[in-house]
């Protein structure tokens, strides 16, 4: 087992220790040892290692045992105990928003509720209202999850596969029999949900590596499997496609299983006007036309034909169709085309050109590092800078902090940054937009930030009018530098809240409020489609991780994926300026809206 999934198993204890209402310090030692493990950077050979173990800081002796009968084993006896005394579908209730284990261990115990099935009906028949503690209100949110649940199956997020689909890719290409090889589909073009994965591989043997694919330890079932097509079911439950093909073949299987159709269908056509057929195999001469018209002398008339070029990669099959290489983030048929052959497409962001960051979280509100944890984590992912900014004091559910704690901590930092050479804390905060678009905090304290975020945390049940009216009172606060994840969209779980964006973008352009691209997986908000918008109105955009912990600062790649759909280049991306111009663009940020 990999670390992660170690760390998953613990936390399945956690929850269903607490489903036996055990004692909360046993349930809080498995948590705090799920988050340890995710944080351990050993291998995982040290967790076969008791001494080793005993450093990790939260694993005691009786948890260490147990994550030596993990890695070793795959297995554990005490989760297959704990699973039999309850019914194996009672955990996918807690997929369910506002349900946790109290909730559940009341619902299973009165009303022998272990499944989504049986919740829906308890809940359709007034069952669930009746129980003490739920109530109509609860019960009508309950019925309102579980649709969203619904109607979210099969669909998974970017950021929920991207480590099982990066593993088997890089077990792929280290085959001996493989030849190239790449993921493809929605994955490739960094869409943010996707329901299947993609991978093609180029080969001479195509049987050994299908063999390897569905004997590898992430497949969990084989759904079918062919000579040049094989599905299985990941552990995660998302559906695998691996395709085999020769080398001659790959570019054009590659592109064509990337997609997306829309793109596909303008690839087809531009081939056909030039009297070529194109599909995910060959790039070939048209057939002839048995309804042509003839010439005389009988012969059919042939159709205008150009010679087709050697296509090695997909490089060149975009010059053979007298394009530039379009990147796989922009292949939507949304006007990439028309860039490509007029040479006019971006140089889109890569991940290199990030400097530093902004909006991340530590243990002073609901973080689970220090500050001198996440300092040291940005460092070594080559980061110049850190911006921390914890939830304010409306936030309550999430430990929001007052100003006799923010200014302590802006202490803190301004202590920190003496000790640091070439790296550097910004002290901020995420300052809560309430409900009239006042803030969290007031400009006193705001005044001896670096920057701050505004965002809303409560009350999404406004009016458009309403929210947009909200959100722009908030950026025109000149102390104001950034706007946080701005629909507020949790990806399957939370749709939008009602905002006239275009609105907002205008807003933010006339007071010169930076938008965020909140890189966290189950957010990517603001939205790809919205960034071409903000880019014309002269937005400039700062990709921040909402980082709640030192691993999550990784996250910022999904957030360069999102950027580069958006067409978004290094210049449109404040935290692509290195330290010393990012100060200078934070002072004058306040000075412009003073």
Request: hydrophobic share 40%.
């Given at each position: 087992?990999?670390?992660?999934?170690?760390?998953?198993?613990?936390?399945?204890?956690?929850?269903?220790?607490?489903?036996?209402?055990?004692?909360?310090f046993?349930?809080?030692?498995?948590?705090?040892?799920?988050?340890?493990?995710?944080?351990?950077?050993?291998?995982?050979?040290?967790?076969?290692?008791?001494?080793?173990?005993?450093?990790?800081?939260?694993?005691?002796?009786?948890?260490?045992?147990?994550?030596?009968?993990?890695?070793?084993?795959?297995k554990?006896?005490?989760?297959?105990?704990?699973?039999?005394?309850?019914?194996?579908?009672?955990?996918?209730?807690?997929?369910?928003?506002?349900?946790?284990?109290?909730?559940?261990?009341?619902?299973?115990?009165?009303?022998?509720?272990?499944?989504?099935?049986?919740?829906?009906?308890?809940?359709?028949?007034?069952?669930?209202?009746?129980?003490?503690?739920?109530g109509?209100?609860?019960?009508?949110?309950?019925?309102?999850?579980?649709?969203?649940?619904?109607?979210?199956?099969?669909?998974?997020?970017?950021?929920?596969?991207?480590?099982?689909?990066?593993?088997?890719?890089?077990?792929?290409?280290?085959?001996?029999?493989?030849?190239?090889?790449?993921?493809?589909?929605?994955?490739?073009?960094?869409?943010?949900?996707?329901?299947?994965?993609?991978?093609?591989?180029?080969?001479?043997?195509?049987?050994?590596?299908?063999?390897f694919?569905?004997?590898?330890?992430?497949?969990?079932?084989?759904?079918?499997?062919?000579?040049?097509?094989?599905?299985?079911?990941?552990?995660?439950?998302?559906?695998?496609d691996?395709?085999?093909?020769?080398?001659?073949?790959y570019?054009?299987?590659?592109?064509?299983?990337?997609?997306?159709?829309?793109?596909?269908?303008?690839?087809?056509?531009?081939?056909?006007?030039?009297?070529?057929?194109?599909?995910?195999?060959r790039?070939?001469?048209?057939?002839?036309?048995?309804?042509?018209?003839?010439?005389?002398?009988?012969?059919?008339?042939?159709?205008?034909?150009?010679?087709?070029?050697?296509?090695?990669?997909e490089?060149?099959?975009?010059?053979?169709?007298?394009?530039d290489?379009?990147?796989?983030?922009?292949?939507e048929?949304?006007?990439?085309?028309?860039?490509?052959?007029?040479?006019?497409l971006?140089?889109?962001?890569?991940?290199?050109?990030?400097r530093?960051?902004?909006h991340?979280?530590?243990?002073?509100?609901?973080?689970?590092?220090?500050?001198?944890?996440?300092?040291?984590?940005?460092?070594?992912?080559?980061?110049?800078?850190?911006?921390?900014?914890?939830?304010?004091?409306?936030?309550i559910?999430?430990?929001?902090?007052?100003?006799?704690?923010?200014?302590?901590q802006?202490?803190?930092i301004?202590?920190?940054?003496k000790?640091?050479d070439?790296?550097?804390?910004?002290?901020?905060?995420?300052?809560?937009?309430?409900?009239?678009?006042?803030?969290?905090?007031?400009?006193?304290?705001?005044?001896?930030?670096?920057?701050?975020?505004?965002s809303?945390?409560?009350?999404?049940?406004?009016?458009?009018?309403?929210?947009?009216?909200?959100?722009?009172?908030?950026?025109?606060?000149?102390?104001?530098?950034?706007l946080?994840?701005?629909?507020?969209?949790?990806?399957?779980?939370?749709?939008?809240?009602?905002?006239?964006?275009?609105?907002?973008?205008?807003?933010?352009?006339?007071?010169?409020?930076?938008?965020?691209?909140?890189?966290?997986?189950?957010?990517?908000?603001?939205?790809?489609?919205?960034?071409?918008?903000?880019?014309?109105?002269?937005v400039?955009?700062?990709?921040?991780?909402?980082?709640?912990?030192?691993?999550?600062?990784?996250?910022?790649?999904?957030?360069?994926?999102?950027?580069?759909?958006?067409?978004?280049?290094?210049?449109?991306?404040?935290?692509?300026l290195?330290?010393?111009?990012?100060?200078?663009?934070?002072?004058?940020?306040?000075?412009?809206?003073?």
């Amino acid at each position: 087992m990999t670390k992660s999934q170690i760390a998953e198993v613990l936390e399945e204890i956690a929850t269903l220790l607490e489903l036996k209402d055990e004692n909360p310090f046993k349930i809080r030692a498995y948590a705090n040892a799920a988050r340890s493990l995710e944080t351990f950077g050993g291998n995982l050979s040290d967790l076969q290692d008791e001494e080793a173990l005993a450093k990790i800081p939260g694993i005691g002796k009786a948890i260490a045992a147990k994550v030596k009968e993990l890695a070793g084993t795959g297995k554990l006896k005490y989760l297959e105990e704990l699973r039999a005394e309850f019914p194996a579908a009672i955990l996918e209730l807690f997929s369910i928003s506002g349900l946790g284990a109290k909730k559940i261990k009341a619902l299973y115990e009165q009303l022998h509720i272990s499944s989504i099935e049986q919740l829906r009906e308890a809940c359709e028949s007034g069952r669930v209202a009746r129980l003490p503690g739920f109530g109509e209100t609860t019960q009508a949110k309950i019925c309102t999850a579980i649709e969203q649940r619904a109607k979210h199956s099969g669909y998974f997020q970017f950021g929920q596969i991207a480590a099982e689909t990066e593993s088997l890719r890089r077990d792929l290409a280290a085959h001996p029999d493989a030849l190239q090889v790449d993921v493809a589909g929605s994955y490739r073009r960094r869409r943010e949900i996707v329901r299947d994965v993609d991978l093609v591989v180029a080969t001479k043997k195509p049987a050994a590596i299908t063999e390897f694919f569905i004997k590898h330890a992430l497949a969990e079932s084989i759904i079918a499997q062919g000579p040049t097509k094989t599905s299985v079911r990941l552990r995660s439950g998302i559906q695998c496609d691996l395709r085999v093909v020769t080398s001659a073949e790959y570019p054009f299987a590659l592109n064509y299983f990337t997609g997306s159709k829309e793109h596909n269908i303008e690839m087809r056509s531009r081939a056909l006007q030039r009297g070529w057929t194109l599909n995910e195999y060959r790039l070939a001469r048209l057939p002839p036309d048995p309804k042509a018209k003839k010439a005389r002398g009988g012969r059919a008339i042939k159709r205008p034909t150009v010679k087709i070029p050697t296509v090695r990669d997909e490089v060149d099959l975009y010059r053979a169709l007298g394009l530039d290489f379009i990147p796989p983030e922009l292949r939507e048929n949304c006007g990439e085309f028309e860039a490509a052959e007029k040479h006019s497409l971006p140089r889109l962001i890569e991940q290199d050109n990030l400097r530093g960051t902004f909006h991340c979280h530590t243990v002073a509100s609901d973080g689970h590092n220090s500050l001198e944890e996440m300092a040291s984590a940005a460092q070594k992912l080559g980061l110049e800078y850190l911006g921390i900014a914890e939830h304010s004091k409306s936030s309550i559910q999430a430990h929001g902090i007052d100003a006799a704690k923010l200014r302590a901590q802006v202490a803190a930092i301004r202590k920190m940054n003496k000790k640091f050479d070439g790296f550097r804390l910004f002290a901020g905060v995420e300052c809560d937009i309430l409900r009239d678009g006042t803030l969290d905090f007031d400009d006193e304290i705001l005044a001896e930030l670096d920057f701050a975020v505004a965002s809303i945390h409560s009350v999404f049940n406004l009016s458009e009018a309403e929210m947009t009216k909200r959100i722009i009172r908030a950026m025109e606060n000149p102390f104001i530098t950034i706007l946080g994840h701005l629909t507020g969209r949790l990806l399957l779980k939370r749709d939008p809240y009602l905002v006239d964006i275009p609105a907002v973008l205008e807003a933010a352009a006339a007071t010169g409020t930076w938008i965020e691209l909140n890189a966290a997986p189950k957010r990517l908000d603001l939205d790809w489609r919205w960034w071409p918008l903000a880019k014309q109105q002269g937005v400039k955009c700062v990709i921040n991780p909402d980082a709640h912990r030192t691993e999550r600062l990784q996250d910022l790649w999904f957030g360069v994926g999102i950027a580069r759909k958006g067409w978004l280049t290094k210049s449109d991306v404040m935290n692509c300026l290195p330290l010393g111009k990012i100060e200078s663009a934070l002072q004058a940020k306040r000075s412009a809206k003073a």
